[in-house]
């Protein structure tokens, strides 16, 4: 079942959503971007990724939390670790669940 | 060295529409987007039932949770938009807050556009129709600078991971309460370690990391001042521009 006002308001948004997600893209695709502009869209991803680690870490459930209660702030450590090591994608991510999963374990 | 690469960027990549055999990293396809959104197939799994759960525990229905995945497609906003309709707030206020919410995407959008010049306008707009902060993060790892990304491989990252996300919202509708500690197995923390590691790939391929490092030491504290006064999302804006700034102007200074 689904309600005529809660399908009007996913579509509302979902078009409202698609705007920035598509008109960037086909319309700056179609122009040669000025250099320095080009040079600070190459540091968009390493800005966007440590302000979306900085909030996964510091404020998992959405407001800021410390140990024992936010255990994603013991397990980041030895994910970092792992990832400065192996620079791998998967063994980190790998080992995050697993460090998770035995934080969880431990602290019980 | 600065100016080389620029001139390369022009040379490899005119107006004009190229065939889309090119792609970075060179013969990546369809096959090899879907191997490279693996990390972000467990975290959605993970992130996507308990999504299900808080949806339907809110008074969602399944149909409601799978449309919502299928044509919104975005994590955060389709929790805010939950508790927005669960209390009954006015069907244009949910629609302007989805759409503050996610007006972020402009920045990965416009990151990416850069690297789609040789494609068609429907390909970029498939591309961006289905762009996350995962899909991005994971893709922006494959893009070196001056590169070109080949629309089989960034749609296989894209159409895997938003098949994951309808399926696991959508079961964890369905079973609803019955998943009582899916936590347990620490599957939710494998987005930030994904981040966390995309972050430090992301930094060792640069040029000169010392920017890098400092761009993203800036990033992350302006993200959690910044949360403190506005809504999460837009401190990420927020962090972005100040971040990308930073790195920017020091590696300017480095050269």
């Given at each position: 079942?689904?309600?005529?006002?809660?399908?009007?308001?996913i579509?509302?948004?979902a078009?409202?959503t698609l705007?920035?997600r598509?008109?960037?893209?086909?319309?700056?695709?179609?122009?040669?971007?000025?250099?320095?502009?080009?040079?600070?869209?190459?540091?968009?991803?390493?800005?966007?990724?440590?302000?979306?680690?900085?909030?996964?870490?510091?404020?998992?459930?959405?407001?800021?939390?410390?140990?024992?209660?936010?255990?994603?702030?013991?397990?980041?450590?030895?994910?970092?670790?792992?990832?400065?090591?192996?620079?791998?994608?998967?063994?980190?991510v790998?080992?995050?669940?697993?460090?998770?999963?035995?934080?969880?374990?431990?602290?019980? | 060295?600065?100016?080389?690469?620029?001139?390369?960027?022009?040379?490899?990549?005119?107006?004009?529409?190229?065939?889309?055999?090119?792609?970075?990293?060179?013969?990546r396809g369809y096959a090899d987007g879907i191997r490279d959104a693996v990390p972000v197939i467990m975290g959605y799994l993970a992130i996507g039932l308990a999504f299900g759960v808080?949806a339907?525990?809110?008074?969602?229905?399944v149909i409601e949770v799978a449309v919502m995945s299928m044509i919104l497609y975005a994590g955060s906003a389709q929790?805010?938009?939950?508790?927005?309709?669960?209390?009954?707030?006015?069907?244009?206020?949910?629609?302007?807050?989805?759409?503050?919410?996610?007006?972020?995407h402009?920045?990965?959008?416009?990151?990416?556009?850069?690297?789609?010049?040789?494609?068609?306008?429907?390909q970029?707009a498939l591309i961006g129709a289905e762009l996350t902060d995962e899909t991005f993060a994971v893709a922006?790892?494959?893009?070196?600078?001056?590169?070109?990304?080949g629309a089989g491989w960034f749609l296989g990252i894209n159409n895997v991971s938003h098949a994951t996300w309808i399926v696991s919202t959508t079961i964890g509708a369905v079973l609803?309460?019955?998943?009582?500690?899916i936590?347990?197995?620490?599957f939710d923390?494998a987005l930030?370690?994904m981040?966390?590691?995309?972050?430090?790939?992301?930094?060792?391929?640069?040029?000169?990391?010392?920017?890098?490092?400092?761009?993203?030491?800036?990033?992350?504290?302006?993200?959690?001042?910044?949360?403190?006064?506005?809504?999460?999302?837009?401190?990420?804006?927020?962090?972005?521009?100040?971040?990308?700034?930073?790195?920017?102007?020091?590696?300017?200074?480095?050269?």
């Open positions: 079942m689904i309600r005529t006002e809660v399908f009007l308001i579509l509302g948004a078009i409202v705007i920035p598509i008109v960037p893209l086909v319309l700056l695709s179609r122009i040669t971007l000025p250099e320095r502009v080009v040079r600070w869209l190459e540091f968009v991803p390493v800005a966007v990724l440590s302000a979306l680690l900085a909030q996964a870490v510091v404020m998992p459930e959405g407001s800021p939390s410390w140990p024992p209660e936010n255990l994603a702030m013991i397990a980041i450590i030895p994910v970092l670790l792992i990832a400065v090591r192996t620079k791998s994608l998967i063994k980190t790998a080992g995050g669940v697993v460090v998770m999963a035995l934080l969880r374990w431990v602290m019980g | 060295m600065r100016d080389n690469r620029q001139a390369d960027h022009h040379m490899n990549i005119p107006d004009t529409d190229l065939p889309e055999a090119d792609s970075t990293p060179p013969g808080v339907k525990t809110a008074g969602i229905t929790f805010v938009m939950v508790g927005l309709i669960a209390a009954g707030v006015p069907a244009s206020a949910v629609i302007v807050t989805i759409f503050l919410v996610n007006v972020r402009l920045l990965y959008s416009a990151a990416v556009s850069p690297y789609v010049r040789h494609l068609r306008p429907w970029n922006s790892s494959r893009l070196g600078q001056g590169g070109r990304a609803g309460s019955a998943i009582t500690d936590r347990a197995l620490g923390f930030a370690a981040f966390a590691a995309l972050l430090i790939l992301q930094i060792v391929n640069r040029p000169a990391w010392m920017p890098a490092v400092t761009a993203a030491a800036v990033g992350g504290g302006v993200a959690l001042c910044a949360s403190l006064v506005v809504p999460p999302s837009w401190a990420i804006i927020a962090a972005t521009l100040v971040a990308a700034t930073v790195g920017m102007v020091l590696e300017e200074r480095e050269a």
